[in-house]
């Protein structure tokens, strides 16, 4: 460091090509971004007829106005506040921002107060000097005149956006999920009803078969017959007590806690066809998705800031200009550390130039640039997957209740069918091979008809869902 006493004008003087340097810096090497054309048609094959033409999107319905049943509810408030995937995703945010700030702060210089003492031995080798010093210093600050760190700061903002995107994401999916969850906890209740019906009609027929065989009526074949179906039946109903616990671990997963027992106590008495409607949403075209879908606008930001981080490693091959500076006072003495006359400053900018490194700027550049395509390709798959589910939820919603209605007739068919095979067997006018073969059949219907009627139900969720269902804040949600 130098001493020099000069008027308080010269230092204002000295920087000030170094301020207009700064303000001439920014020069950007980014390539102009231009989003790409999305790779799917321009209509979808169903275009949700049902839905009004004035009925809101998805995007602007929020859940609690979509899932109107209380409990439904409840349950979606819990996982929001405790469901420990979206607290990553939500943390994943906050990092992401930390991240960002970062890269901002090294656009400016970082001051520093500086206060040191050197002791060393005399030039003339007699004793030693002692030196000391306390100011400002300014270490190796990067004046960014070809956009270097600006193009790194334009990266972290778009991966600061694409988390927050994700965070979007995770949240609707987690909705998605628990309502999906519950909607399987009915049908599994439903299903245990008639497997547990079913097990009772098929006992009462192997006892009253045995009835029959015991005075000569009917032969030992029977008897052998209905013994089967009827533990046929007790092997179903155990599965599905099994299949019920497991989709209740798999929901207690999601809500981060276990089910709530008032919740579970009113699930026995829980039926798909008395299941709060959910209204209709229109599909609108394939091109809002890529407002909608917090996916596909994830994908877009990472894709900017791919193009960013080409003009990063386009700027590397340019020169850089880093200064250090220090101001403050110095004196051979720590008594006149502040007396007038001992102030100084020192100036030291650099200039690094790029000659030979090996070829790494070159490889940098081609990264960044096979980093681009790789994004811009996750960009276009992100919108095919998003069309391909809203297609396969739309033809869901075209032919599910069509289904669902000949399956219900299908059911009252089959019923009827059960009690005449019975009343022509007790006539001893059919056999007890057309009485089983009613009752199988009748089992296999009323089952297909409660999972046809789940799908329907959680068709509807996923096309919420996939059209890039409502997004509310979880700051404020539940915890229980």
């Not at 192997?206 to 039946?233: F, I, K, M, N």
């Not at 276990?258 to 039926?271: C, H, Q, T, V």
């Not at 791919?306 to 700027?315: D, K, Q, S, T, V």
Request: hydrophobic share 45%; with cysteine; glycine share 6%.
């Amino acid at each position: 460091m130098h001493k020099h006493n000069l008027p308080r004008t010269r230092p204002t003087r000295t920087l000030l090509p170094l301020a207009i340097a700064t303000l001439l810096a920014g020069c950007s090497f980014i390539p102009k971004y231009e989003r790409p054309a999305a790779p799917v048609p321009e209509a979808f094959a169903l275009a949700g007829s049902e839905a009004p033409a004035a009925a809101k999107t998805a995007a602007d319905i929020d859940w609690k106005d979509y899932f109107t049943d209380p409990r439904l509810q409840r349950l979606i408030g819990i996982a929001l506040g405790n469901n420990r995937d979206l607290r990553v995703a939500m943390l994943n945010v906050e990092q992401a921002r930390a991240q960002f700030q970062i890269q901002r702060a090294n656009q400016w210089p970082v001051v520093n107060a500086i206060a040191s003492s050197t002791r060393q031995p005399k030039t003339s080798g007699d004793g030693y000097s002692n030196l000391y010093q306390a100011g400002l210093g300014i270490s190796a600050w990067e004046m960014d005149f070809f956009g270097r760190i600006a193009a790194l700061k334009e990266q972290a903002l778009a991966q600061y956006l694409a988390t927050a995107e994700a965070r979007k994401s995770a949240q609707i999916s987690l909705v998605a999920a628990v309502a999906s969850g519950w909607l399987t906890l009915m049908a599994d209740e439903e299903l245990l009803d008639i497997s547990r019906r079913t097990l009772d009609t098929r006992e009462e027929s192997v006892r009253l078969t045995r009835l029959r065989l015991e005075h000569g009526v009917s032969s030992e074949l029977d008897s052998y017959q209905a013994e089967s179906l009827a533990q046929a039946a007790r092997a179903t109903y155990a599965q599905q007590q099994r299949q019920r616990l497991l989709d209740e671990n798999a929901l207690a997963l999601l809500l981060g806690q276990p089910l709530p027992d008032e919740i579970r106590a009113s699930l026995p008495s829980a039926r798909l066809t008395t299941a709060a409607p959910m209204q209709a949403l229109p599909a609108g075209l394939p091109s809002d998705l890529l407002e909608r879908r917090p996916d596909i606008r994830q994908a877009e930001q990472l894709l900017i800031g791919a193009n960013a981080n080409i003009g990063a490693a386009r700027a590397a091959f340019f020169p850089r200009i880093s200064l250090t500076a220090q101001a403050g006072t110095v004196s051979n003495e720590l008594s006149g550390l502040f007396k007038s006359g001992s102030w100084a400053f020192s100036l030291a900018p650099q200039l690094a130039l790029p000659i030979f490194d090996a070829g790494r700027n070159q490889a940098g550049l081609e990264s960044a640039r096979a980093g681009r395509e790789i994004a811009m390709a996750q960009y276009e798959k992100s919108i095919q997957t998003a069309f391909r589910e809203v297609s396969d939820a739309l033809a869901g919603q075209a032919t599910l209740q069509q289904q669902a209605d000949a399956q219900r007739a299908q059911v009252q068919a089959d019923s009827k069918r059960l009690q005449l095979s019975d009343l022509r067997y007790r006539n001893g006018v059919a056999s007890y091979l057309d009485l089983l073969d009613a009752q199988r059949s009748l089992f296999a219907t009323e089952q297909a008809l409660v999972l046809t009627q789940l799908q329907q139900l959680q068709n509807q969720v996923s096309l919420y869902k996939v059209l890039g269902g409502g997004w509310t804040d979880t700051s404020a949600a539940p915890r229980s």
